[in-house]
């Protein structure tokens, strides 16, 4: 069976997950979060991208990136390879460390951009790692609160309308929200609700109401269905439930 083709982001943004293989830990101490974000700050520099936000959890990564110069795979080999050469030598073990291969979602409207970057931040709560994300050491939370040391901080501000020390209460606010946001996840069996599965739909078909793939063309609705299928773990009866479109056809898809 061929492996899916990437989805390319045409605003150059991306919502990335690494996970460590076999859902492995991958950050043991904080020496290793530390060698992570120095191989993602050498590479910044080298390939040109721009990082918005980041959240190192135990076993996988969460990050948003805009690519400029370099391609996304090219990028993501030399943050991987650099962290894994350096994690075997310390822990005297050979082969990979990271799933073969990352997943990635493009992000190409500021609404969404906003909803990655707060999904990002709230990661350590949902996981029942910190009580307050101001807490969580290993995301750039603290970063656009503070020094920006990695992130490039002027996007998500201006998207936020926030200017200044005082201002950051709109940051702040906005990040602590609680919400139902479905966005890429590291859990590929991960069951959803009808109602987020179906702003899912509308968000990444750029529709008003679910039925409305029905009228797409046949190549570009089973692009949809197949990326509801493989991307968000939409059931096909689920999929057929809110779209109207036949058990059949999604299936096929």
């Given at each position: 069976?061929?492996?899916?083709?990437?989805?390319?982001?045409?605003?150059?943004?991306y919502?990335?997950i690494?996970r460590?293989?076999?859902?492995?830990t991958?950050?043991?101490?904080?020496?290793?979060?530390?060698?992570?974000l120095?191989?993602?700050?050498?590479?910044?520099?080298?390939?040109?991208f721009?990082?918005?936000?980041?959240?190192?959890m135990?076993?996988?990564?969460?990050l948003l990136i805009?690519?400029?110069i370099?391609?996304?795979e090219?990028?993501?080999?030399?943050?991987?390879?650099s962290y894994?050469?350096?994690?075997?030598?310390?822990?005297?073990?050979i082969?990979n460390?990271?799933?073969?291969?990352?997943?990635?979602?493009?992000?190409e409207?500021n609404?969404?951009?906003?909803?990655?970057l707060r999904y990002?931040?709230?990661?350590?709560?949902k996981?029942?790692?910190?009580?307050?994300?101001?807490?969580?050491?290993?995301?750039s939370?603290?970063?656009?609160?503070?020094?920006?040391?990695?992130?490039?901080v002027?996007?998500?501000?201006?998207?936020?309308n926030?200017?200044?020390?005082?201002?950051?209460i709109?940051?702040?606010k906005?990040?602590?929200?609680?919400n139902?946001?479905?966005?890429?996840?590291i859990?590929e069996?991960k069951?959803?609700?009808?109602?987020?599965?179906?702003n899912?739909i509308?968000?990444?078909s750029?529709?008003?109401?679910?039925?409305d793939?029905?009228?797409f063309d046949?190549?570009?609705?089973?692009?949809y269905?197949?990326?509801?299928k493989?991307?968000?773990?939409?059931?096909?009866?689920?999929?057929?439930?809110?779209t109207?479109?036949?058990r059949?056809?999604?299936?096929?898809?």
């Amino acid at each position: 069976m061929s492996r899916k083709a990437r989805q390319k982001s045409e605003s150059g943004i991306y919502h990335i997950i690494l996970r460590g293989i076999n859902r492995q830990t991958i950050f043991e101490d904080e020496e290793d979060h530390i060698r992570f974000l120095q191989s993602l700050q050498r590479y910044r520099d080298k390939c040109g991208f721009e990082i918005y936000a980041y959240c190192l959890m135990g076993n996988h990564v969460h990050l948003l990136i805009k690519v400029c110069i370099e391609p996304l795979e090219q990028i993501m080999r030399r943050i991987c390879g650099s962290y894994v050469y350096w994690y075997n030598l310390k822990y005297s073990r050979i082969g990979n460390l990271f799933q073969d291969r990352f997943k990635s979602e493009p992000v190409e409207n500021n609404n969404y951009f906003l909803t990655v970057l707060r999904y990002i931040h709230q990661n350590p709560i949902k996981a029942g790692l910190a009580g307050d994300i101001r807490n969580y050491m290993w995301s750039s939370y603290i970063e656009y609160l503070g020094v920006a040391k990695l992130i490039t901080v002027g996007y998500a501000f201006k998207l936020l309308n926030t200017y200044g020390e005082k201002n950051l209460i709109n940051f702040v606010k906005y990040n602590n929200e609680i919400n139902t946001n479905l966005c890429l996840d590291i859990n590929e069996r991960k069951k959803i609700s009808d109602e987020d599965a179906r702003n899912v739909i509308k968000r990444i078909s750029n529709v008003i109401n679910a039925v409305d793939l029905q009228t797409f063309d046949i190549p570009t609705r089973n692009k949809y269905l197949k990326e509801l299928k493989e991307q968000y773990s939409m059931s096909i009866r689920q999929i057929e439930r809110l779209t109207g479109i036949n058990r059949g056809v999604v299936n096929n898809a």
